[in-house]
């Protein structure tokens, strides 16, 4: 996928490492009054003033993480950028800047990383961050990339994952599962295409499920939501390795138990079709599939009128004590323990 006869070809190697960099970061402007100094120097220089900084890197492995046969690279230079500036929205901060590194082997020309780098400026203008650094090497696996993001927030404003309260609410914003079937359905095309490689798919009807998993989208949205409705989290965490996972990581933090509602998951009906088709259940898929990149937050009890009325967020539970333990309620009205059956890179 990677390859195109009819396109031309510019070895990295014509350029060097500091011309690759000027090459694909000339286009980046700065926008953020707490950059002082972006691109262009030993390191960059930022001022937050009196505020606290917030970091987290995320690192994407080719085969691990993502297919390039069904990848375009443009879109994961977008949701390479996407996935970190979710975990700072999930501290309820501010995201900034992003710092941008690349392992790539020989087999992809210069216009390949252009396309990449086409998909990071597209994120950064949206989400108006800077990219402000990063490096570039070479790799003899394919193509790795290492995203660190910068955001900043109030020390009173920071939430944690430590924070929930036993009778606090469980709230979760968008729905669930979408992401999971779309790369079920790129899997499954990608298998005809190796039997059939004149087989053209239909993919229309798959439509939002496949843009979930190509190009998901952080929910930036939400800390300004909470914030003008007057409500503070006590604790959040965003949605990547699936709903009973990131559940299970606030309870533990905060040492509490969860009744979670199956009824109450958030699911578009597109994922309860496709399921269906593909005989998966789609309480499962929710709670165990991963990539939604949405946010899951626990709120205090008299918060709820603020909410309830909300179409972006859906309460789907509350905390318990510790030893009430953590558990699904079933449609039937059991509860069961939740496990993390969600994505583990340390067992692949």
Not at 216 to 240: G, N, Q, W, Y
Request: proline letters at 3%; charged letters at 25%; aromatic letters at 6%.
């Amino acid at each position: 996928m990677i390859e195109d006869k009819n396109t031309s070809r510019t070895q990295i190697s014509d350029l060097g490492e500091f011309g690759l960099i000027d090459h694909l970061t000339k286009n980046f402007k700065i926008k953020q009054k707490s950059t002082n100094l972006g691109i262009g120097d030993d390191a960059a220089v930022l001022d937050f003033k009196n505020k606290k900084c917030v970091l987290s890197t995320d690192l994407l492995i080719e085969g691990v993480h993502f297919d390039l046969s069904y990848v375009p690279l443009k879109h994961l230079g977008y949701k390479a950028v996407i996935v970190n500036l979710s975990d700072i929205y999930a501290m309820n901060a501010t995201a900034t800047q992003v710092t941008i590194s690349i392992a790539v082997s020989n087999r992809f020309p210069l216009e390949a990383l252009e396309e990449l780098y086409a998909g990071i400026d597209t994120a950064a203008k949206l989400y108006n961050i800077d990219v402000v650094g990063g490096d570039t090497t070479s790799s003899t696996t394919g193509l790795i990339i290492s995203v660190t993001a910068i955001g900043y927030a109030k020390e009173d404003d920071l939430v944690y994952r430590s924070g929930a309260k036993d009778n606090d609410l469980l709230v979760v914003t968008g729905d669930l599962g979408a992401a999971y079937m779309g790369l079920q359905v790129l899997e499954r095309e990608k298998q005809v295409f190796k039997v059939n490689p004149n087989s053209q798919p239909d993919l229309d009807r798959y439509t939002y499920l496949i843009e979930r998993q190509l190009k998901p989208e952080a929910r930036k949205d939400i800390p300004e939501l909470l914030k003008a409705l007057e409500v503070m989290p006590t604790s959040m965490i965003d949605i990547s390795d699936g709903l009973s996972s990131e559940v299970i990581h606030l309870c533990k933090q905060s040492k509490v138990g969860v009744s979670l509602f199956e009824e109450k998951i958030p699911l578009d009906p597109a994922v309860i079709s496709i399921c269906e088709e593909f005989k998966l259940n789609s309480t499962t898929v929710a709670l165990s599939g991963g990539e939604d990149y949405e946010l899951l937050f626990t709120i205090k009890q008299e918060d709820y009128p603020k909410i309830k009325a909300n179409p972006n967020l859906t309460i789907i539970g509350h905390m318990t004590d510790e030893k009430s333990g953590i558990g699904l309620v079933t449609r039937a009205n059991e509860k069961i323990e939740l496990k993390a059956q969600g994505w583990n890179p340390i067992n692949e």
